[in-house]
Every structure is written in structure tokens, then in C-alpha cells.
């Protein structure tokens, strides 16, 4: 926990909020009324929270985000959610859960011990996608400015749930960028237009998924000095080879032993292109590339696809 929790847990629990930790402020999510701006959100109290985490136990300790602890929690006895005693944004959970955005376990995207099944890497990338693209689509849009493969969490089913929203920030009110003074995040997965200019856009967490789904393609690290010279940095060594089924065929991950529909692959290749775009301009929303995924997720593979597949050269 950090120190300087404390100063602001009264204030935000006389108000009914939770703080957790990042760039938001009570004001933004409830307006003078007390009317919740994204009235499908469920905003806990401090008090509710402190039940939920057993007092923020050390049971219910997930990890340390960059603005302190990170906990899981039980509402109503059944329902898990996140929570991060600090300063700044307010918890708001979707009650339902059907965007991802609740905490289950501490497994998390990039360790990949035994290689996952393609299936699998497309339910993580869409209930990731889920998750963005909600946090996209509120009333005040949310920009989650540090998305990489750390933040996304597994439950035992591999379902992805989005954590650590410290560095969040609203969208501004003209919905075209933010502009910031400090670049955070892992090498690898910030926008290349935020980190040349500090301007951030909704699509700069676009580009970001981008390179989670190229790791998932891959199976392997955005950046990795133990490689070969060359393919030190992912996203320069792949792209070429994005473009062409055969090429893709030979760098796609051997875990999966051909496991997998060509076709599909083929198609997350070209999804990952348009989100790594140079101009977040032409990257494509949060919300079409989720509808992307879910058509790829129906395309399975069939026998004469998988032996098609092993005679690719």
C-alpha cells in the first residue's frame, strides 16, 4: 500500500467511491447530482471493498501495479473484483462482467509454460479486445495508456480480465488526444506517435493490443535481446512475413504444431497490421477489431485443413 493512501480514503469513502489508483478524478465519473455517468457500472465504497479483500489481506494479494498493491475480492459471494487502495481513479466494475474487466488469478498472458491451444490465444485476445473496447465506448472515454501483456490476467478457464488502471486516463472532451509530459510503459508496446510526441489517442491502446496479438501469432516476447540479431524487436522482424500465409507459416509458434487454421492466422496477421499502423488514424477501433476476432473464433480447422497446413513449405 502506499503512504499517502490514507489522506484520501476518507474523502473518497464520504463520497461513496473507492480510490484505486490513477489519473481520474471523483468529480468525472458522478456528476453534482450524484448521477453515475456510465449508469451500467457499479461503483463500490471503500467499506465495501475493505469486506470484499478481507481488509486487504495478504490471501487476497494479487501484486504491485505501478500506483501500489493490486487485491481480488469477493462481492455478494460470488463475484470477483478488482481493487487497489492508492490515489486517483475510482473502482467501477461492470456488475455483470461481460467486458473482462474483473480480476480473477494471477496467471497472465506472457508466460507461456506449456504452449496455450490457438482456440485458447483467441478467447484471451477477444476477451482483451472486450475489455478495451468498453473502456473505449463509455460516456468519458478511457485511454488505457499502459496496456501490455502484464495487465491482462487469466482466470483457471483463460479468460482475460484487464487489471491496473493506474495510469488510465479520460479521454478529452474534442475525443481526438491527450497530451502528456511522461511516456510510461514496457519498451515495446507504447504507440509510436506517443512516445515520439507524448499525444495519446484511444487507437495509441489500438496499437498497443496490437502487439499483444502479434505475441500471441508468435508466441514469443515483443522484445527479447536473447534472440537471433535482428529479431531483437518483434514487431520489425515479423511484419514482413504478415503478408504472406507461407512466410507467416514458417514464424507462426512451432508450440502449436500446425494446430491451427491457416485461414485464421492469415486473418489475425492482417488484424495485427492494421493495428500496428504507423498513423493511429487508420488503426481500426477497439470495437471492430473485437467483431474481427469473434468472426475469426468461428473459423475452425478441418482435416483436410490440418493436413494442408503440414504441407505448407
Not at 473507492?18 to 448521477?35: C, I, K, Y
Not at 490476467?153 to 509530459?181: E, V
Not at 489500438?206 to 516476447?221: H, K, Q
Request: overall charge positive; hydrophobic content about 40%; proline content about 6%.
Amino acid at each position: 500500500m502506499q503512504s499517502k493512501s490514507s489522506d484520501n480514503r476518507h474523502g473518497a469513502e464520504n463520497r461513496g467511491l473507492v480510490v484505486a489508483g490513477g489519473g481520474v478524478t471523483v468529480s468525472e465519473l458522478v456528476t453534482p447530482s450524484g448521477r453515475i455517468i456510465t449508469p451500467n457500472l457499479r461503483i463500490f465504497t471503500y467499506a465495501e471493498l475493505k469486506i470484499a479483500t478481507r481488509n486487504f489481506s495478504r490471501d487476497t494479494f494479487l501484486e504491485y501495479g505501478r500506483f501500489g498493491g493490486v487485491f481480488k475480492g469477493w462481492v455478494d459471494g460470488e463475484t470477483s473484483v478488482p481493487s487497489k487502495p492508492g490515489v486517483g481513479m475510482p473502482v467501477a466494475v461492470k456488475k455483470s462482467n461481460p467486458v473482462g474487466l474483473q480480476v480473477a488469478t494471477t496467471q497472465r498472458v506472457a508466460v507461456f509454460g506449456d504452449p496455450i491451444p490457438w482456440d485458447t490465444r483467441l478467447n484471451i485476445a477477444t476477451g482483451a479486445a472486450q475489455g478495451l473496447a468498453f473502456l473505449h465506448t463509455m460516456e468519458k472515454q478511457v485511454m488505457y495508456r499502459d496496456f501490455n501483456a502484464s495487465n491482462i490476467l487469466l482466470d483457471g478457464d483463460f479468460n482475460a480480465k484487464l487489471s491496473d488502471f493506474g495510469l488510465a486516463k479520460l479521454g478529452p472532451a474534442d475525443g481526438h488526444t491527450h497530451m502528456t509530459r511522461s511516456v510510461f510503459g514496457p519498451y515495446g508496446y507504447a504507440a509510436p506517435e506517443y512516445i515520439a510526441t507524448g499525444h495519446l489517442y484511444v487507437k495509441s491502446d489500438v496499437y498497443s493490443f496490437g502487439v499483444i496479438l502479434l505475441e500471441l501469432l508468435m508466441g514469443a516476447r515483443v522484445v527479447d535481446v536473447t534472440r537471433t540479431m535482428g529479431a531483437h524487436n518483434l514487431i520489425d522482424w515479423a511484419k514482413p512475413s504478415l503478408v504472406d500465409e507461407r512466410k507467416l507459416k514458417k514464424i507462426m509458434d512451432l508450440g502449436l504444431e500446425n494446430q491451427y487454421p491457416p485461414k485464421a492466422a492469415f486473418k489475425v496477421a492482417g488484424l495485427v497490421l492494421k493495428c500496428l499502423e504507423s498513423d493511429p488514424k487508420n488503426r481500426p477501433p477497439m470495437e471492430e477489431v473485437l467483431v474481427t476476432l469473434q468472426h475469426i473464433n468461428s473459423i475452425k480447422m478441418n482435416p483436410k485443413e490440418s493436413k494442408a497446413s503440414e504441407n505448407i513449405v
